[in-house]
């Protein structure tokens, strides 16, 4: 099998250092293996996606030196094929439709201890399980159209028959690698169910990198330290939809002079920036550690 790598902006804004050190250590990986680099526009927020940030992406990389096999793909043409993963978990009763705010989400999983921060999970609190029984009733009851739907995960740990792994080459955020073992209590306690349709979007970030990475053939997934936990998900995903698992490469983060993680609202280390300023795309890798 051909070692394909890929990166994958969202164009809601300007690339930053973070972006750069990413985009370019897939490529480079790709690149000692002779294999292939990918690149994939992850537009499915049509909110805050610009078409001008779209060509900034192509700019920006380019001018970087990186060069990816076409056609790219577009998270924004394949959303049937969201909608009939989405079908096919709703019919094994694996997905329910969700009703619930954040707000609502927030006092719920806080009253058990009334003043006491709720449990967190890598998609922020965990859900305490509101609209559990909005699920399909084995198929019975019919697709929600224009709904928010959560994936159930007890019901997905009972299908899937509790264990799972990933490969792990790059490390977490506390130093782990090789092969990460994880169990089903473990994502039942920690992670919850996830939003796997978001009811303007029709999918989400979980569901739709877990089908784009299957259907590119990525072997080896290259991102940031802080979608390692995510990647638990992506695997019950790649389990319950009979996907592969590729490997994982999680490298470590690029961060402001105070330590902070670079966002898009940090203009100030923008791709962009440093181009205008006349620094060289041998500058950027010195300054990212490449």
Known sequence: MTFRTRFAPSPTGPLHL???YSALLAQ???AAKAGDFLL???????????AEWETQIYDDLKWLGLRWSEPVMRQS?????????LQNLWDHDLIFHCTCNRKDIFAAASAPQEGATPPMGPDGVIYPGTCRDNGSNGGMKPFPDNAALRLNMFNAVMRTKDRFS?????EGPNGETGLIKFSGDEVINTIGDVVLARRDMGTSYHLSVVLDDAAQEITHVVRGQDLFEATKIHVVLQRLLGLPTPVYHHHKLIRDDDGKRLAKRD???AIAK???GGLTPEDIRAMVGL
């Open 18 to 20: 973070g972006h750069a």
């Open 28 to 30: 480079d990986m790709a």
């Open 40 to 50: 994939r526009i992850e537009d499915i927020d049509k909110s805050r996606s610009r």
């Open 77 to 85: 043409a394949h959303l049937n094929d969201y909608r009939a993963a």
């Open 166 to 170: 990933f490969t792990e080459t790059g």
């Open 267 to 269: 203009d100030a280390r």
């Open 274 to 276: 440093y181009r205008e």
